[in-house]
């Protein structure tokens, strides 16, 4: 009895998990926004969009880690996610690779390499090997 009542309990507290309000902005839309990394000093990175309106760009700790890499300072970028004020957004989760940087009329990938031990990161900063610093690789996305 007691074992049954424990796995109901454990039942009802996944399922209001699972239908539990979302978190402001996530169920709208996705969308994505394109323009000039601009970093600026103790400020979040943001985007200078076609029209000259600055999009502030707020992530995940290893999308910020990303936004803040100053070899990426003024290229033109790519990301997908929400709009979560007229001048906020809300980049996907790192994972699903919501950041490409636009060269050439091509997107890129933002990868980091290692030379040495030949290891390819998705964050800046030193391999987790050799801990020398990584260069910034883009890749293609059709690769």
């Given amino acids: 009895m007691r074992v049954r009542l424990f796995h109901i309990l454990l039942l009802a507290v ?3 998990a699972c239908f539990a309000d979302s978190p ?3 169920d709208t839309p996705a969308t994505t926004v394109r323009g000039k990394l601009i970093q600026r000093e103790n400020q979040t990175p943001a985007i200078e969009s076609a029209d000259h309106r600055l999009i ?3 992530g995940d700790g290893s999308t910020e880690h990303v936004l803040h890499d100053k070899r990426l300072a ?3 970028l790519e990301a997908k996610g929400h709009l979560t004020a007229a001048d906020h957004f809300q980049v996907d ?5 919501a950041l ?4 050439d009329g091509k997107r890129f990938r ?5 030379d040495v031990c ?3 990161q998705y964050e800046p900063g030193p391999c987790w090997c050799c801990q020398r610093e990584t260069a910034l690789a883009l890749k293609p996305e059709d690769e």
């Fill in 24 to 26: 402001k902005g996530v």
């Fill in 118 to 120: 030949s290891i390819r």
């Fill in 100 to 103: 490409h940087v636009i060269k």
């Fill in 14 to 16: 996944f399922a209001s």
């Fill in 74 to 76: 003024g290229v033109d």
């Fill in 56 to 58: 502030v760009l707020e």
């Fill in 110 to 114: 933002i990868t980091y390499w290692c």
């Fill in 93 to 97: 989760a790192f994972y699903t690779q």
